[in-house]
């Protein structure tokens, strides 16, 4: 039936009312009519009846010129429709709701009414009345499958799984239960502010080295920090896969999008927001010229509410899980400071004792002074082992403390351990840093020094750390006087050069590594100074 109003001109007829009657209602009801005889054969039929066999069959009006066999209209279905047949013959009325018709590539839904037909009170053959159920049945079929998806993803996020398990099954249910040919997930890591990065739920379809084209994308792009006030809720784009090709900003993903393979053109993007905290995107790919009604736009917001509440709870768990470690690890701190800490220092002091007490026994005492200054050397390096541990375990130590503090008392430690000069020169003040920066820079010189005594044995180690003249930039600067390396050549055991150089980058500062065998090693790192923290 249109859903406007169609004019059609009905010419003058000279037939009896009720006649006319019959032909019109016959010939333009809204469900199909049509006529057989006893075997099945094709009497008669009504437009709409022909127009069912059009739309779902792809056929054209001689598929249903009478004289064909019902069985050959619907290939393959002849023992369903044949039970309603033989009912009819014994004189009966037969009603059906959502009967199934099944054909090689197509599979519908009838409500059908067969009849039988009397002529002078002999059965001469059947009517059948058929209303087009298909859309009932499917989205019955639909809404079932959507409420389990929502079980099950439901489910899922009350069990202890990674994050990414939670997003990987809200994306499998999203493509098992809609018509999308892709989906994904784009999760911001951090701030918004920050580039963004997949949380490894693209759709695998794309191929390998998707994600991280997007992942690119977004950082050539440059993505703004955005709250839940500033995004759309809901946005579905009309050919969408054209304008995006046509676009440069989406370059790094044009490849993955130009295959043949998912074919969509439309696409569906809906924000992931909890509240008032903006996560991320569901991104979901369609065919051209899907059907997307009211209910399929409901559903995805609701995944998507799924999806942002599974982030916000994994981030909360994270938060929960660092507040019980740092907690934890106060705990350890204050046990070993009252404890093995000063134990440690009573027996240093007792080996002073100890070694005041043999001075005055001469030569004889010698054995016995080597032993108690061979303990005054194990304790002061336990000690100092000690207190860098209970430095590292005490919550916020870094930052109270500062940089220069922390990178003495680790200095003092290796030192100690490894029986190898170490020097820390840095400002008396702190320096204007952030707390992150100078983790940062303290896990790289912490590398450094590691490196050093691992692979260069040297003599002396250097760790420097000043304020440019301009005071924009920060230097920290390791240096060793060991067997240095050829920094040309790949070495598997200075894996930690990469850690260094990533962390620098990632404050948006540089790493430079000098070396020469025979000469030593310098690590230089320069990073920018905060600017919320400028110099008073």
């Given amino acids: 039936m249109p859903t406007e109003p169609a004019l059609e001109p009905v010419p003058p007829s000279w037939e009896p009312v009720e006649r006319q009657m019959v032909d019109l209602f016959f010939d333009r009801v809204p469900f199909g009519l049509a006529v057989f005889d006893l075997d099945g054969r094709l009497q008669r039929c009504n437009r709409t009846?022909?127009?069912?066999?059009?739309?779902?069959?792809?056929?054209?009006?001689?598929?249903?010129?009478?004289?064909?066999?019902l069985s050959d209209l619907i290939p393959g279905n002849e023992g369903s429709v044949g039970d309603l047949f033989d009912a009819v013959r014994t004189g009966h009325v037969v009603r059906q709701a959502a009967h199934r018709i099944a054909i090689p590539g197509s599979t519908t839904y009838w409500d059908v009414v067969f009849?039988?037909?009397?002529?002078?009170?002999?059965?001469?053959?059947?009517l059948d009345v058929v209303t087009d159920a298909t859309d009932r049945v499917h989205s019955t079929e639909r809404l079932e499958a959507r409420v389990s998806a929502f079980t099950r993803v439901a489910a899922g996020m009350t069990v202890d799984q990674p994050l990414v398990a939670t997003l990987e099954q809200i994306r499998s249910e999203i493509l098992r239960t809609t018509t999308a040919a892709a989906c994904s997930i784009v999760v911001w890591q951090g701030s918004t502010s920050e580039a963004p990065r997949l949380a490894t739920v693209p759709d695998p379809v794309f191929g390998p080295g998707y994600a991280e084209a997007f992942h690119a994308m977004y950082v050539a792009a440059g993505v703004d920090a955005r709250t839940a006030e500033d995004v759309e809720p809901f946005t579905l784009w009309r050919g969408a896969r054209t304008d995006l090709l046509a676009d440069p900003r989406y370059a790094a993903v044009h490849p993955y999008w130009s295959r043949s393979r998912p074919e969509w053109e439309d696409g569906v993007v809906i924000p992931l927001v909890s509240?008032?905290?903006?996560?991320?995107?569901?991104?979901?790919?369609?065919?051209?010229?899907?059907?997307?009604?009211?209910?399929?736009?409901?559903?995805?917001?609701?995944?998507?509410?799924?999806?942002?509440?599974?982030?916000?709870?994994?981030?909360?768990?994270?938060e929960q899980r660092e507040a019980a470690g740092a907690a934890e690890r106060h705990r350890l701190a204050r046990e070993?400071?009252?404890?093995?800490?000063?134990?440690?220092?009573?027996?240093?002091?007792?080996?002073?004792?100890?070694?005041?007490?043999?001075?005055?026994?001469?030569?004889?005492?010698?054995?016995?002074?080597?032993?108690?200054?061979?303990?005054?050397?194990?304790?002061?390096?336990?000690?100092?082992?000690?207190?860098?541990?209970?430095?590292?375990?005490r919550p916020g130590a870094l930052a109270e403390e500062g940089l220069a503090a922390a990178l003495t008392k680790q200095a003092a430690a290796i030192a100690a351990r490894e029986q190898v000069g170490i020097e820390v020169v840095a400002p008396p003040h702190r320096l204007p840093l952030s707390v992150d920066t100078e983790e940062h820079l303290y896990r790289i010189a912490l590398e450094a020094m590691h490196n050093a005594v691992k692979h260069a044995r040297p003599a002396s180690i250097e760790v420097r750390v000043s304020l440019e003249d301009t005071a924009e930039h920060v230097t920290l600067r390791v240096s060793d006087d060991g067997t240095g390396f050829d920094t040309s050549v790949e070495h598997p055991g200075h894996l930690g050069l990469g850690t260094m150089r990533e962390r620098a980058t990632g404050l948006g500062g540089t790493t430079t590594i000098d070396s020469v065998l025979g000469s030593g090693t310098r690590v230089t790192v320069v990073v920018p100074v905060d600017a919320e923290h400028p110099l008073g």
């Avoid at 127009?51 to 009006?61: K, S």
């Avoid at 899907?290 to 994994?314: K, T, V």
């Fill in 336 to 393: 070993l400071h009252d404890s093995v800490s000063q134990a440690l220092f009573s027996m240093t002091m007792h080996a002073r004792t100890a070694q005041r007490r043999l001075e005055p026994l001469g030569t004889e005492a010698d054995p016995a002074r080597a032993e108690v200054a061979r303990l005054q050397e194990l304790t002061r390096g336990a000690l100092a082992e000690m207190r860098a541990l209970i430095f590292e375990l």
């Fill in 49 to 69: 009846w022909v127009g069912f066999y059009e739309l779902y069959f792809g056929v054209g009006p001689d598929y249903t010129e009478p004289g064909r066999y």
């Fill in 115 to 126: 009849a039988p037909l009397y002529e002078h009170g002999e059965l001469v053959g059947v």
């Fill in 275 to 318: 509240g008032r905290e903006y996560f991320g995107e569901l991104q979901v790919h369609l065919p051209a010229g899907s059907r997307f009604g009211d209910d399929d736009a409901d559903y995805l917001l609701a995944m998507a509410d799924h999806a942002a509440l599974a982030i916000q709870n994994s981030a909360l768990f994270l």
